[in-house]
């Protein structure tokens, strides 16, 4: 079923739009009405970055935001820039711009591993996730036990789909990143 997502668009915008979700190689009929982000991994990761007011409100207005497929489209600065625009839900709050998109940097990463995953589960021969390191990259011992644990037979930072490893640190990026596990070809 194809969903509209740029309806609320001007013709010019929506072009471009439409364009660069196409070419990320995500057919039309997958849209999704919101994006995969529970209130409680939300809330783990605002309670964890600390820079943001304790402000039911603020709460309210990000994860919803955060739910709204529009938030892949603007991106993290396009939605900050939205929400602290005059008129925008946050206009006036006294939030510092760049720690509003620090934070959405964080959850646009949390938000697209979720749904790389997700679309994961659903491809033919997947078996499961490696979480990897780019090179020459710094992380925690948490991290880095990830990436390199064999907890499951699968090999080195590898978990079936009912066994994925939250982000160790709520309110910090991830520098991992994922792929899929596919069955060997016989």
Same mark, same amino acid.
């Given at each position: 079923?194809?969903? @509209?997502?740029?309806?609320?668009?001007?013709?010019?915008?929506?072009?471009?739009?439409?364009?660069?979700?196409?070419?990320?190689?995500?057919?039309?009929? %997958?849209? /999704?009405?919101?994006?995969?982000?529970?209130?409680?991994?939300?809330?783990?990761?605002?309670?964890?970055?600390? %820079?943001?007011?304790? @402000?039911?409100?603020?709460?309210?207005?990000?994860?919803?935001?955060?739910?709204?497929?529009?938030?892949l489209l603007d991106l993290p600065r396009g939605t900050a820039?939205?929400?602290?625009?005059?008129?925008?839900?946050?206009?006036?709050?006294?939030?510092?711009?760049?720690?509003?998109?620090?934070?959405?940097?964080?959850?646009?990463? %949390? /938000?697209?591993?979720?749904?790389?995953?997700?679309?994961?589960?659903?491809?033919?021969?997947?078996?499961?996730?490696?979480?990897?390191?780019?090179?020459? /990259?710094? /992380?925690?011992?948490? %991290?880095?036990?990830?990436?390199?644990? @064999?907890?499951?037979?699968?090999?080195?930072?590898?978990?079936?789909?009912?066994?994925?490893?939250?982000?160790?640190?709520?309110?910090?990026?991830?520098?991992?990143?994922?792929?899929?596990?596919? @069955?060997?070809?016989?």
């Open positions: 079923m194809f969903k @509209d997502w740029f309806r609320k668009s001007t013709p010019d915008k929506a072009e471009s739009r439409k364009s660069l979700v196409l070419e990320a190689g995500i057919p039309p009929e %997958e849209r /999704v009405d919101q994006l995969p982000l529970s209130q409680i991994q939300f809330l783990r990761h605002f309670n964890g970055f600390g %820079e943001l007011p304790d @402000d039911p409100q603020l709460r309210d207005t990000l994860l919803r935001s955060l739910q709204d497929p529009n938030f820039q939205r929400l602290l625009s005059p008129g925008g839900a946050l206009a006036g709050s006294g939030i510092a711009a760049d720690t509003l998109l620090r934070f959405l940097n964080l959850m646009h990463g %949390e /938000v697209t591993r979720a749904m790389y995953i997700k679309a994961a589960r659903e491809r033919l021969g997947a078996r499961g996730i490696r979480f990897l390191l780019p090179d020459n /990259v710094t /992380v925690p011992p948490e %991290e880095r036990a990830i990436v390199e644990t @064999d907890a499951h037979g699968l090999g080195a930072g590898a978990y079936p789909f009912d066994a994925m490893p939250e982000n160790p640190h709520p309110g910090q990026p991830a520098k991992y990143y994922v792929r899929v596990i596919l @069955d060997e070809p016989s």
